[in-house]
Structures are given as C-alpha cells and as structure tokens.
C-alpha cells in the first residue's frame, strides 16, 4: 500500500520481500474469508485500538474504512456488510484482489524483488545505523546493499511465520537503539490442562452460543475444544485480557457463560422443571438443555463435583471458571502484540533516530481485535508512513 502511494506521487520504487511470492499473509487471510474492515462508526472503531487508540485515531481517519472499501472496488473487488459488520470482498479471498494489485502497482513501475532477506540497515561513518543503506541477502544467498532516499519498514508481526513474518527484524532494531515491545500473541486460543478422557471424547466439539472472559463472560459466540485448549472468535478476542492477566497473577480464570441468553433463576427454573427423583446428574443436565460437552466441560472443572441443587448449577453454568495455563504459541496466533513503540516514531511515521525510514502495519506496538481492524490499520499506517515520506522527498 505504500508502494502504491508513492508510486502514485512519481516516485520510483522497489519492494523488497523475503518470501517467494509476495502477501502470502494476505492470503492466509483470505481463507476463512477475507475481513477486510469493518462498517461500524468511526468513534467505535478506533476504541478497538486500545492503548493505541491516541497513535492510531488521526492516520485511520485520514484512510477510513470508506477509503479501503473505495480502494477495493478500483481493484474490481466490490465488497459488502456481513451480518455482523463485518467488510468483506464479493469474492470472499484475496486472491483476486492480490493478483489485481499486484498487476496494478507492476504498470505503476514498482519493482518488486522477492527472496530478499533485509538483515538491517548500513552503518555510517559515525558508527549509526544509516537509513539510506538497506542490506539484504538475495536469493543466491549473496549479500546486497541497496541505496534509498526514503526506506518503508512493513515486515509485519510474528505469527504465522511460514507467510514470512517471522519477528526476525527485532534483534536488529534493538541493536540499533530501538525500542521494540516484546511480540506476543494476540486473537489466539488458550492452553487448558484438560484431562485425558475429556480430551478423547470432546476434542474437536464445539462449544455453541457461549460468553466468555476475564472476570465476566463478555463476549459471545462458539468456541471450540481442541486437544490443548480452547480455541474461537470469543476467546481471541479476549485474549488481551488473558496475556494481562498470566503477566500480572501467573494464573488465570476464563469464566464461561453456557447459556447466555438465560439469566440464572431462568436456568435454575428450567432445571427444576425438568428434574426426576431417579435421573442422573448427566440426565438431569441433558433434559436441560445442556449439550453433553458443556456438561462433560462442567465436570472437568468441578472436579467431577457437579452440585445437584438446581440453582448452584445454574449459577456454575452462567459462570464456569476454566483455569488457563497459558496462550497457545505466537505461531499459530492471527496477530501480533508488541512491536516499534510509538515513542520512536515521528507523527508521520518515522524514526526519530533512523530518518528517512518509517515504519507501518503490524510491527508497530498496537493490537486490536479480529473484525477488520487489523487489515485497516495495517493499511492506514502504511498510507500514513507513505505520505511522509513524500513529504520529506519533496519538501
Ligand atoms: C490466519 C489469519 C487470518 C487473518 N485474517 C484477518 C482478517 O480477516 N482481517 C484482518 O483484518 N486481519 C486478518 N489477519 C491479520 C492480517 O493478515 C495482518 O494483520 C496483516 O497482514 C499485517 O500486515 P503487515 O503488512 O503489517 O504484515 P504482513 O502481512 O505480515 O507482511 C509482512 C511482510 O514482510 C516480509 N518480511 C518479514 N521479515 C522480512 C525480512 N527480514 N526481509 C524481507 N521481508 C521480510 C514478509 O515476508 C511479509 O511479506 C489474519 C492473520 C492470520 C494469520
């Protein structure tokens, strides 16, 4: 996207990415539906920055999700509203936007050189990184060195690292000078110590219509139990809280809604209702409406001490504590926490003690929600750290 921009101000330029192809990231996203943005109004949407809301507000304003939507459309990708605000593509993948763009930005000018490692920047006479010199080793396996006036930096976070965002830039950002926050995962799933029956017979199952969270079960929708955890939109999007958490206590309790749509004495109702003298605790739960995996899920983290009064299992179902060991490895994570911390950037996104080279998309300290929200800021920062680039060619 910052090719594009400068491209589209007359200046000649060259992507340089280490994969052979580029977007594979894009791609992978594109496979379960490509999310490009989201339609909700703008105050809402920036709130999903968090912390980052402040950095974030002015250069997502400047290219909105109308901007992207419009963006989309001069690629032939007319997109639509899902039922949830979600913004998608007509297509659904980002195949044919990818290869629409790529044909674009090729009839632009812009150069693009795959199998190019950047190791990091060259050094001045003065003994400081020098942004105007790039090092890389091709795909020979030769070492380069490549002049710029200005450099973009958009080697994204660490998750996923086969796409080719591997984090392997963070040492030598480090290394000169700068402040990188740790990566960690973010919209991931959760390590749980299930035990080994559970495991067999519910791995796999989901948990359908739950909320879940961090002191209260917040967020809705399916989750599902794999043979370490607990994976699913609700719990990605509360795994901010989950990191804070393990940092803060060590532990951490995922309370589980099982029935969100009923309030505690509806479900205690509907328990007594249903009760016979000579059913099982299983049976009893079943009549009730409780899917066997959320009553087996009950058990699990009762110690099999599911009580038998209707209202303390109601209270246990709207608010099951599952205690996580851990988030599930950043390799498998959708995004990235950490990254450049904003003080070292400049309002247009460059490095104070680098100049000329900025820094855009997710390797920048910022974490949001799944929704669009990563795809939109990742291309607004890169318009952002584009334009101020052509500012300081032109200037
Ligand atoms: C499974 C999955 C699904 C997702 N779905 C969505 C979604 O639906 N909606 C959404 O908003 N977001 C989604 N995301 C997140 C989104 O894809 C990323 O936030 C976004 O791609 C980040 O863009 P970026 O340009 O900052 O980094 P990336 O897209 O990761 O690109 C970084 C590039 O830098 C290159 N690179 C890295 N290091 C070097 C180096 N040393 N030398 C040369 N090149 C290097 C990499 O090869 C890569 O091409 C998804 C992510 C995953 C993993």
């Not at 921009?5 to 379960?32: C, F, H, N, W």
Request: charged content about 25%; some cysteine; overall charge negative.
């Amino acid at each position: 996207m910052a090719a594009e921009v400068l491209a589209e101000a007359g200046v000649d330029v060259t992507i340089y990415d280490q994969m052979p192809s580029a977007g594979r990231k894009l791609l992978l996203a594109g496979r379960g539906g490509l999310n490009i943005t989201h339609s909700e109004p703008l105050e809402a949407f920036l709130q999903r920055y968090g912390s980052a809301r402040s950095h974030l507000a002015d250069v997502v304003a400047d290219f909105d999700p109308n901007d992207l939507r419009d963006w989309c459309t001069g690629l032939n990708e007319t997109t639509f509203v899902g039922s949830s605000g979600r913004v998608f593509p007509e297509s659904f993948r980002s195949t044919p936007m990818l290869r629409a763009w790529l044909r674009r930005l090729d009839s632009q000018g812009v150069k693009l050189r795959v199998r190019h490692h950047w190791l990091g920047f060259g050094t001045a006479e003065d003994g400081r990184p020098d942004g105007t010199r790039s090092v890389f080793t091709d795909a020979d396996g030769s070492t380069v060195e490549v002049r710029a006036d200005v450099t973009i930096m958009a080697l994204g976070g660490a998750s996923w690292p086969r796409t080719g965002s591997d984090g392997g830039w963070v040492d030598e950002f480090i290394r000169c000078g700068l402040d990188v926050a740790p990566l960690r995962p973010a919209n991931c799933g959760v390590r749980v110590g299930w035990t080994e029956e559970f495991v067999e017979r519910f791995a796999g199952v989901p948990l359908k219509n739950v909320a879940v969270g961090v002191g209260s079960p917040s967020v809705r929708g399916d989750a599902m139990v794999t043979k370490s955890g607990l994976e699913g939109g609700p719990v990605y999007a509360s795994s901010s809280e989950i990191r804070g958490s393990l940092d803060r206590d060590g532990i951490c309790t995922l309370v589980v809604d099982l029935n969100p749509d009923l309030s505690i004495d509806q479900l205690a109702e509907r328990l007594r209702q249903c009760r016979r003298p000579k059913d099982s605790i299983s049976t009893w739960l079943r009549k009730g409406r409780f899917a066997p995996v959320a009553v087996a899920l009950m058990r699990e983290c009762t110690g099999n001490q599911i009580p038998a009064d209707p209202e303390r299992v109601a209270e246990l179902a709207k608010l099951l504590p599952v205690q996580v060991i851990d988030l599930m490895p950043i390799d498998r994570a959708i995004s990235t926490a950490g990254g450049v911390t904003f003080d070292e950037i400049s309002g247009s996104f460059m490095l104070h003690r680098i100049p000329g080279v900025f820094v855009a998309g997710e390797m920048l300290d910022w974490e949001a929600p799944t929704g669009g929200y990563l795809l939109q800021a990742s291309f607004s920062t890169a318009v952002a750290a584009a334009r101020g680039a052509i500012v300081m060619l032109f200037e």
